[in-house]
């Protein structure tokens, strides 16, 4: 169920910093059109960080009934609180998501003790199907391959975004915690290598801008026709290396907006793009076909 090429769902603003819910439909629609194999909804790309609570509910919710089960829903539903968690988790579980995304607890740094204590407290609390996002360089906590596999004997714990950069880790997790394991690359430019290891998807940054390439290269990979796979790599990896260098989610709301899909705007602490990474995003768009 849990395959192929998901975005990371962006959260369009009105020019004033408002949400904007006819703009987050038409993405969602465009997403279906294109042929996104599922999509993710307030992660860090769609600027959970910055949203209130309300928002982040409501952005869930306005996502699930504009889907309308055409593809999966794996809603962002992390807090380095396992209270708020919870809550977060019920919620995305009440409106129909299939799944919620949850983070490894940032700033306060748990144990792996810690970690599986989190866990195991969010599956007692509800029983929505849970997508561990293991991302180190934010959270400050690695979860090890070895507290992954104790986590996936419990029932709701069904796969993992891995955000590592460490590719060895896919085989070392298919070792703990059994090929069946759903592996999903948080990683757009290490998305090849880690299906080839046996992942099955990437929730990508990229696949905002360029939906269709990122699902065509992600169904080649997983036919096994790693050739064509490659051949669109080298088509999207300039893209993927000039969206993020500056934080990711303001070089692909930038690259949205020259395909005319929303306005850049983004929230304080985050700031427009330097003129130069625009140039170099135009540039990596105009490679991959895009403009």
Not at 133 to 161: C, F, W
Request: glycine share 10%; proline share 6%; charged share 20%.
């Amino acid at each position: 169920m849990f395959k192929g090429s998901m975005p990371a769902l962006v959260t369009p603003f009105t020019p004033d910093g408002e949400l904007d819910l006819d703009a987050l439909v038409k993405l969602v629609e465009w997403h279906l059109d294109q042929g996104s194999h599922g999509i993710v909804p307030v992660g860090t790309t769609g600027e959970s960080p910055t949203l209130t609570h309300d928002e982040h509910r409501l952005v869930i919710e306005e996502v699930v009934r504009a889907v309308d089960g055409r593809i999966p829903v794996i809603a962002g539903a992390g807090s380095n609180s396992t209270r708020e968690g919870i809550g977060l988790l019920q919620h995305a579980a009440s409106v129909g998501a299939d799944a919620g995304l949850v983070v490894t607890p940032y700033y306060n740094k748990p144990t792996q003790a810690g970690l599986i204590a989190h866990y195991t407290a969010l599956t007692e609390a509800c029983d929505l199907p849970i997508v561990i996002y293991n991302i180190p360089g934010r959270s400050v906590v690695d979860m090890t391959p070895e507290t992954m596999g104790v986590l996936a004997q419990l029932p709701t714990i069904i796969g993992v975004k891995d955000a590592t950069g460490k590719l060895e880790r896919v085989s070392l997790q298919r070792m703990t915690c059994g090929p069946d394991f759903v592996q999903l690359s948080g990683e757009d430019a290490t998305a090849l290598g880690f299906n080839a290891h046996g992942g099955v998807g990437c929730i990508s940054v990229t696949a905002n801008v360029a939906p269709r390439l990122c699902a065509l290269f992600q169904e080649a990979t997983l036919r096994g026709d790693y050739r064509t796979a490659l051949e669109y790599q080298d088509r999207l990896m300039p893209l993927h290396h000039a969206i993020f260098l500056e934080p990711g989610l303001v070089g692909a709301k930038y690259a949205m907006s020259r395909l005319g899909l929303c306005n850049e705007r983004v929230r304080l602490p985050l700031t427009p793009l330097s003129d130069g990474v625009r140039r170099q995003i135009d540039a990596a768009m105009e490679h991959a076909g895009l403009l």
